[in-house]
């Protein structure tokens, strides 16, 4: 009779959660939705709010725009080349100290660990940076950017935590007395088993990448090294702000109007990358970022 | 003494690997964080880029005394804390929410769909994200024509002061809730299937399973994060924020960051900003501190 | 000696393309090939990079310069700009605006080396007078040069476009004062002037997502002004406009119209396309619109309807128009091409600028791109821009800044290569110019004009300004949507009586006894 109520109680429950997944389901949907009828939507129609659930006039005037502008196209192999190099660098470096914090047997493990996080909540500012990395004669080089998107203080810390949870002190111990080194553990052993914490460590790294634009809007000086994201900055944000520079009303009248038919085209194009990307690794995911582990 | 220093010793030379593995990060760190701290001295001084770092005079406290008395200073620390503590406070439960209802959800096609959806707002930009929000929440908007549909008032969204909170709030809901989930997701999947088959056979219902094996399972998860998010709040904000104002959200929507940016770069104060970013991070750390300690009193967890 | 022969002759043929003004510059202006690195602010319309375009290339091949472009976009430009002075990696030279009042350390003074090399800038100075006063800086030098269009059209941003054929249905009069222009903005709004039976008419149509189209423009119907500095000149006195009663009177003006429904409602929210999309609406729905010229936000069957409304007077008698552009003051971007100290050789880029500013021919191939794609001399001896080769898809704007440079670079086109005995006007820009020249009477006599001040006062009025603007903005936005009491303005004259703003006047008012 019991266990009656329960599972009357948990049918209930069931179809109450089932049917708070749908709403949550369409609330994220819709606005990306959106944006994808809108962007073969004419631009009038839209700013009327005409466009809601399909697409209104349908023209690919902006994607044939987005095609033929040749910034965007080398925005994207820009991107497409430092979001790789950055996210190779920033695995590989992350995975090893990640690994060596993971260690309790390593000395001045947490005064170590106090320096890393500190510069997580503590940063000398934009100024001296920039300084900094005139120093290193490294101002209009692609390679600042592709670095300085490559360690994440947070990413260690979370493959530090996997691999404490995964890569038990025992195995070790077993393999060095069998005289395996750590080179040689880190790489046969450690490696092979963490396939999970890599895909998630290289889907955070290249998302940082793909998406960012602050390091390239300061550091780089040409126009080929732009990544997308600046490229999109440029056509989605400066063209709504008026350039006091000269008074040429028509330019930037001109300007806000192209803007606007290549806008939603724009979000498709530099989006889709990515949300093509991560379903490949979201099996990962889960098992990545075991976090029941980031305890430690 | 020495006995001890010689075991250091020694495990430094039977791992000089695991030190070596630190060397790449710990020198990115050193000179893309460490070095440039240096630089900080210029908020107690009167920095001339002619002269250089070294060459300008020493003003001592003048920009701090200078920006507390200014008549930003409250607002500016106003809108910033509140800001902060109400994206914490919201957005610290949805994703255990939604961690929770994915995990008894009955059909494993609803759950991979919502799992597949949910974590795609994660991989857009904050550029896109908040011309986004612009479209949705103009006054001929989708979102009042479907207020409208539904028969309720159209809204101000975005001339509404007081709305601009809520705006930034709930689009970061909307935007990280499902991504921030996968955590959860994790950590209740190494709940031993062994407690929920005894509560079942004790005769527990879902919901007393929910709340009393799988919640206590993921706390200590949730309180770190709740820390780091902490520490992370106050610098993160920057761009969603200077790309949301207007004229008319600017008293409550002008955060110290946003104000740094404006006087330092635009308006080449860069001693006067570098004070005020100085400030921006203390008050961060301290607020860390702050969380990091009641965590540790309360539940035991803390992040060091 | 055949090269000699051939050299001869392709300067005389040279000069006798060149208009009788000119002054010659003499090529090559070095003997071997020198090098300099110059940031230059590129618009996002260009579609080519800087080296490629053909005025680049004409002129190092003749004057044996060359330059290495550094192209930021204009989004990041200022960014870099800061950068740059503050982390003393400089370039040799910057195109486009550059704050030279507070980085005059790193800049090369430039008035002894004009005067010895620059004779096409000199003879600029003759015809305008004004400009070397304004370049000038507190220390009796200047550093920068002009650059831009200095032309008629642009001599007043924002005119007043009324619906002629609206008020010749309903038959109303050209209003004169303001309170003839409420009336017509009443009538507008209920007697259904574009006759399609709904009430969708936008009276007047301002919007803040339109640089020309802000309410700024209708505070001097009360005899005030609002501008970027909240500041206007009466005897010889800069005055704190927002403070004013005037000022007040303008606010409670304002929010009648947006209480009323007479203007756009949307005027602090909606975004630029959403604001062009209710002025391309057919039938039209705008009365009144402000805007540098109607077929901006009128959509292109409706743009005959309007003609420009003179300025109103106001319930004190006042009848003044003032422009975001300073009154008889030099037009452009005084600060638009500046030498820093890293240059070895100033003086060969102040030739290099001369050069490039010392006729019709060169200029415009930088400014609009070779002769005869979109500009042309015309029978009478002036030049005219033509659309007849702008391809579909295309713009005039995006040719001009691809073939040429567009108007930020190295150039100063003032009236000496256009006007209207230089340059012959299209139809809609000749409409502009004749709004222009009705305007012209009513701008205010007293004015502050263009020019550099001293560094640290500079620098202490951006600091206070910053925080002016901050509340004013809130400020002036609640009072045009909820309205304000007596006791809302004196408690606003209280909080302005806290932030320094007699010190920010005392600023202005002595860089206005500076630049009399």
């Not at chain 2, 250091?8 to 060397?23: E, K």
């Not at chain 2, 896109?128 to 207020?147: E, P, R």
Request: aromatic share 12%.
């Amino acid at each position: 009779m019991k266990h009656k109520r329960v599972s009357h109680f948990d049918t209930v429950f069931d179809a109450v959660s089932t049917t708070l997944l749908v709403l949550c389901l369409l609330i994220v949907l819709y606005p990306m939705y959106f944006v994808l009828i809108a962007s073969v939507s004419d631009a009038t129609s839209i700013s009327t709010g005409k466009v809601i659930l399909l697409p209104k006039n349908v023209d690919f005037v902006g994607y044939s725009r987005i095609f033929q502008d040749g910034r965007i196209w080398s925005g994207y192999l820009n991107s497409i080349w430092y979001t790789v190099a950055s996210t190779v660098i920033g695995v590989v470096s992350t995975a090893m100290a990640g690994y060596s914090f993971s260690r309790k047997d390593l000395a001045f493990r947490r005064p170590l660990m106090l320096i890393y996080i500190f510069t997580m909540y503590f940063s000398g500012g934009l100024i001296p940076t920039y300084l900094v990395v005139k120093q290193l004669g490294m101002i209009g080089s692609p390679w600042i950017v592709i670095l300085m998107g490559s360690v994440s203080v947070y990413n260690i810390i979370i493959a530090r935590s996997f691999f404490q949870e995964t890569i038990p002190v025992e195995l070790y111990e077993a393999a060095s007395i069998d005289g395996c080194g750590n080179l040689r553990f880190f790489l046969r052993i450690v490696l092979p088993l963490s396939g999970a914490i890599l895909a998630v460590l290289a889907l955070y790294y290249a998302v940082a990448q793909w998406n960012g634009y602050f390091n390239a809007l300061i550091y780089l000086n040409k126009q080929q090294y732009f990544p997308l994201q600046l490229i999109l900055r440029e056509i989605l944000i400066s063209s709504s702000t008026v350039m006091s520079d000269v008074v040429d009303v028509d330019a930037v009248q001109e300007m806000q109007r192209i803007a606007a038919t290549i806008k939603y085209g724009v979000i498709v194009v530099a989006t889709i990358p990515m949300l093509i990307l991560y379903p490949f690794i979201q099996k990962y995911f889960v098992k990545g970022v075991m976090i029941g582990s980031v305890k430690g | 003494m020495s006995k001890s220093l010689n075991r250091v010793a020694r495990s430094i030379r039977r791992n000089w690997v695991l030190y070596l593995f630190l060397v790449p990060t710990l020198a990115y760190l050193i000179l893309f964080h460490y070095w440039p701290m240096y630089g900080v001295q210029i908020a107690f001084k009167n920095f001339k880029p002619a002269r250089g770092i070294e060459g300008s005079e020493w003003v001592g406290f003048k920009h701090f005394d200078k920006f507390f008395r200014s008549y930003m200073f409250s607002d500016l620390l106003k809108n910033t804390v509140i800001l902060s503590l109400y994206q914490i406070a919201i957005s610290f439960p949805f994703p255990i929410l939604l961690a929770l209802l994915l995990n008894y959800c009955v059909s494993q096609r609803l759950k991979k769909t919502t799992q597949m959806v949910t974590y795609a707002p994660h991989f857009i930009s904050t550029v896109v994200l908040v011309g986004m929000l612009m479209v949705f929440l103009a006054d001929s908007g989708v979102m009042n024509q479907i207020l409208i549909k539904f028969g309720l008032q159209p809204r101000n969204f975005l001339s509404d002061a007081s709305m601009f909170r809520h705006i930034y709030v709930w689009s970061h809901v909307w935007q990280r809730t499902g991504y921030a989930s996968v955590i959860y997701i994790a950590a209740l999947s190494g709940v031993s299937p062994e407690l929920h088959e005894a509560a079942i056979v004790d005769g527990a219902n879902k919901l007393q399973r929910m709340w009393h094996i799988d919640l206590p399972a993921i706390m200590p998860t949730a309180i770190i994060l709740l820390i780091m998010n902490t520490g992370n709040m106050l610098s993160l904000g920057f761009e969603k924020v200077y790309l949301m104002q207007n004229d008319l959200n600017l008293s409550v929507s002008e955060i110290i960051s946003t104000y740094v940016y404006k006087i330092g770069l635009l308006n080449a104060q860069f001693s006067y900003s570098t004070a005020i970013g100085l400030f921006n991070n203390a008050v961060n750390l301290v607020i860390l501190l702050l969380v990091n300690k009641l965590s540790d009193k309360l539940t035991g967890t803390s992040l060091m | 000696m055949r090269k000699l022969v051939s050299l001869l002759l392709v300067c005389l043929m040279v000069c006798t393309m060149l208009p009788a003004l000119a002054v010659e510059v003499e090529v090559p202006l070095v003997t071997e090939p020198t090098t300099f690195r110059i940031m230059v602010s590129k618009e996002n319309m260009s579609q080519n990079n800087w080296p490629d375009k053909q005025c680049v290339q004409y002129t190092e091949e003749q004057t044996g310069i060359h330059i290495e472009w550094e192209e930021i976009p204009s989004s990041a430009w200022n960014d870099k700009v800061a950068l740059a002075f503050a982390s003393g990696d400089l370039p040799d030279a910057f195109v486009g605006t550059v704050d030279v009042v507070s980085n005059m350390d790193q800049l090369t003074a430039l008035d002894p080396l004009v005067d010895e090399y620059a004779p096409n800038v000199l003879e600029m100075f003759e015809t305008l007078p004004n400009m070397r006063g304004a370049l000038t800086l507190s220390d009796g030098h200047f550093y920068s040069l002009p650059t831009g269009d200095a032309d008629v059209k642009n001599q007043i941003n924002t005119i007043a476009w009324i619906n002629q054929v609206w008020l010749d249905k309903l038959g109303l009069a050209m209003p004169t004062t303001v309170d003839e222009f409420y009336d017509v903005l009443v009538a507008f709004r209920d007697q259904d002037p574009n006759g399609n039976g709904e009430k969708d008419e936008i009276p007047l149509m301002v919007s803040a997502s339109s640089n020309a189209a802000k309410i700024n423009n209708l505070f001097c119907y009360f005899g005030t002004m609002e501008n970027d500095y909240h500041v206007r000149v009466q005897d010889g006195k800069v005055i704190f406009t927002p403070s004013e009663q005037q000022y007040y009177d303008a606010l409670q003006f304002i929010h009648k119209l947006f209480a009323e429904g007479l203007m756009n409602t949307e005027y602090y929210t909606e975004d630029f396309q959403q604001y062009q999309a209710k002025g391309a609406a057919d039938p039209c729905r705008i009365g009144v619109c402000l805007e540098w010229y109607t077929d901006l936000i009128i959509g292109g069957a409706h743009v005959p309807d309007f003609t420009y409304m003179s300025p109103l007077t106001g319930p004190n008698g006042d009848m003044i128009w003032c422009s975001d552009i300073r009154p008889n003051s030099p037009v452009g971007n005084l600060s638009g091409f500046t030498i820093t100290t890293a240059c070895k050789q100033p003086e060969l880029l102040v030739k290099w600028y001369d050069y490039i500013n010392s006729n019709l021919d060169i200029l415009n191939m930088w400014n609009y791109g070779p002769e005869g794609v979109i500009w042309r001399y015309t029978d009478d001896g002036r030049w005219e821009l033509f659309n007849d080769n702008v391809p579909e898809g295309s713009s005039s704007s995006q040719i001009r800044r691809t073939l040429g440079t567009g108007p930020a670079a190295p150039l100063y086109a003032y009236s000496r290569f256009r006007g209207p005995q230089a340059e012959k006007y299209a139809d809609r820009i000749a409409a502009k110019v004749e709004a222009n020249t009705a305007y012209s009477p009513y701008l205010p006599e007293e004015y502050l004009s263009n020019g550099f001040g001293n560094a640290d006062e500079e620098a202490e009025r951006n600091l206070l300004l910053t925080d002016i603007d901050h509340y004013l903005d809130q400020f002036r936005a609640n009072a045009v949507v909820q309205g304000i009491t007596e006791e809302d303005w004196q408690k606003h004259l209280d909080v302005l009586s806290t932030m320094s703003v007699d010190e920010y006047i005392q600023y202005w008012q002595n860089y206005y006894d500076a630049h009399k």
